[in-house]
Nanobody
Framework: QVQIVESGGGVVQPGGSLMLSCLNS????????IGWYRQAPGNQRELIAS??????????DYADSVKGRFIISRDNAKNTVYLQMSSLSPEDTAVYYC??????????????WGQGTQVTVSS
């Protein structure tokens, strides 16, 4: 059974940093592009960072809103993807998820998402 477990969120002051982790038991994880997504209240879920499989670099890509502040990385030996976040602002407040990029993992024809991890940036 596939499990996606995001962790590392919390409450942080503006300008602070957090490191998110995503443990993924999906069998094709190691050969797939994986992304970090976030969903703020009232907004759609958006892709903010992506990393290719190690065989292709790996290469990374970022949304303009986080470029230069967030770093995505992966450890295939641990089936884990990380998101190092710095210079956080209240606009970064959201629930953060990881999943396959560009389409989420599908199980029995339905998109599968983990529970996400809440990041709140507030003074």
């Amino acid at each position: 059974q596939v499990q996606i477990v995001e962790s590392g969120g919390g409450v942080v002051q503006p300008g602070g940093s957090l490191m998110l982790s995503c443990l993924n038991s999906w069998s094709a994880f190691r050969i797939s592009h994986i992304g970090w997504y976030r969903q703020a209240p009232g907004n759609q879920r958006e892709l903010i960072a992506s990393i290719s499989p190690p065989g292709n670099g790996p290469t990374t890509d970022y949304a303009d809103s986080v470029k230069g502040r967030f770093i995505i990385s992966r450890d295939n030996a641990k089936n884990t993807v990380y998101l190092q976040m710095s210079s956080l602002s209240p606009e970064d407040t959201a629930v953060y998820y990881c999943n396959r990029d560009p389409r989420p993992i599908s199980i029995s024809g339905k998109d599968y998402w983990g529970q996400g991890t809440q990041v709140t940036v507030s003074s």
